[in-house]
Every structure is written in structure tokens, then in C-alpha cells.
């Protein structure tokens, strides 16, 4: 099956810029995350849907990220304003359902200068 | 204090060697995740578990939940196996995971 697409790969934006990241999960994956994992640490959960709704983002520093999952299928995760300390790898994951393994995408590296 | 602890932070190791990762956690979980995370950032998904046991080709990873413990054991070291390992809880309260900061693991030859 294919795996979790992630796009773009990587990303160079000046700080005040926006930039948008994409997911597209397996197939059938009804639960869908969003972490950032800055160098050295281990990712943090930015946002957890459950098909279209979301279940939790209560670590979505909500001023200035956003993300959406219109049709219960692929995602979006959008910085508005960028900061310095947005730089990270930004991963996408998807799993069928609680109790199952969880698969990640190759995530998107965004370095903000 | 960490939710989840790995040891070491570093481990190198002589091709053929036997390893092992540790991980305590302090919070009620559902199932215990087991990660590779090789240069590039892309993550594999190793084991989940529960209790017991498990094991898939040279790679063991067992569990107790009494002392909220578990271990992942990789027999037969190679350098192919060079990675960071990540331990992750999920959490009985939702299904979050809580990261570990990982193990960065070095096989020589």
C-alpha cells in the first residue's frame, strides 16, 4: 500500500512569511496527526483529527497555526505568521483507528531565516 | 521530569553486538510504541504494545506495565541498525503519544 505523502519535502521561508504543508494519508486512515519535532527533540502533537473533526489540538499555538481535513481524507497544516523558533521537521502520521500501529510520512523540514 | 525516559541518549556498539534501549514512563497508557527514526527524519513504526512480548526478525521488544517499563533489544547488531530509536506512551486519557527524546544508536563495523 502506499505510504503517508508528505509535500514539500523542504521549505525556506524568511520570518513573517506564511507557508502551507500538505498530507495525504493511507487510505482508509481515519485518524490523522500532525507533529513538529525540532533538532534534537522528540515530536510534539500539534493536532489530531478524526476523519474531518478534530479531536485535539490543544498544543496548536492557534495565533498563528492552522490546519484543516475538509474531507476527512488529506490535510493541511498553514503557519501565519512564521517565527524563528517554527523551524522543525513538521510530520504527518495517519492510522486506522485507535489500537493500531501508527505510519508516518517522510515529513516536511522548514527552516525560517 | 520527562513523561516518558529513554536510556542511554547514546549507545555505540560493535557490529554483532547485542543492545538494548530502555524507556519508564510515568503516565497511564493504552499501548507502548517502539520508533526508528533514521537521517532525513522519515519514521518507522517498530512495535506496539501492550504487554508481554514482541519480536520481528532481530529486533525484541518486551514490556512491564507493573513497572511501567519497556525494553527494545536488537540482537545480532549491524550497522544498518544505526538510528534513533524513540519510545512512545500512548495515553490511556486519548490516544496522544508521548515522545521520548530517543536513542541515538551507532553500530560500527
Known amino acids: 500500500e502506499a505510504g503517508v505523502a508528505q509535500s514539500p519535502r523542504y521549505k525556506i521561508i524568511e520570518k513573517r512569511q506564511s507557508v502551507a504543508f500538505w498530507c495525504n494519508p493511507i487510505?482508509?486512515?481515519?485518524?490523522l496527526y500532525w507533529y513538529q519535532q525540532i533538532l534534537g527533540q522528540g515530536p510534539k502533537l500539534l493536532i489530531q483529527?478524526?476523519?474531518?473533526?478534530?479531536?485535539?489540538d490543544s498544543q496548536l499555538p492557534k495565533d498563528r497555526f492552522s490546519a484543516e481535513r475538509l474531507k476527512g481524507v488529506d490535510s493541511t497544516l498553514k503557519i501565519q505568521p512564521a517565527k524563528l523558533e517554527d523551524s522543525a521537521v513538521y510530520l504527518c502520521?495517519?492510522?486506522?483507528?485507535?489500537?493500531?500501529?501508527?505510519?508516518f510520512g517522510s515529513g516536511t523540514r522548514l527552516t525560517v531565516v | 521530569k520527562n513523561e516518558v525516559e529513554q536510556s542511554p541518549q547514546n549507545l555505540t556498539a560493535q557490529e554483532g553486538e547485542f543492545i538494548t534501549i530502555n524507556c519508564s514512563y510515568s503516565?497511564?497508557?493504552?499501548?507502548l510504541h517502539w520508533l526508528q527514526q533514521h537521517p532525513g527524519g522519515g519514521i518507522v513504526s517498530l512495535f506496539m504494545?501492550?504487554?508481554g512480548k514482541k519480536k520481528h526478525g532481530r529486533l525484541i521488544a518486551t514490556i512491564n506495565i507493573q513497572e511501567k517499563h519497556s525494553s527494545l533489544h536488537i540482537t545480532a547488531s549491524h550497522p544498518r541498525d544505526s538510528a534513533v530509536y524513540i519510545c512512545?506512551?500512548?495515553?490511556?486519557?486519548?490516544?496522544?503519544?508521548?515522545f521520548g527524546e530517543g536513542t541515538q544508536l551507532t553500530v560500527n563495523p
Open positions: 504494545l501492550s504487554s
Open positions: 487510505s482508509g486512515h481515519a485518524t
Open positions: 502520521a495517519s492510522r486506522p483507528g485507535v489500537g493500531y500501529g501508527y505510519t
Open positions: 512512545a506512551a500512548e495515553e490511556t486519557s486519548g490516544s496522544r503519544l508521548t
Open positions: 503516565v497511564g497508557i493504552s499501548a
Open positions: 483529527f478524526q476523519n474531518n473533526g478534530v479531536v485535539d
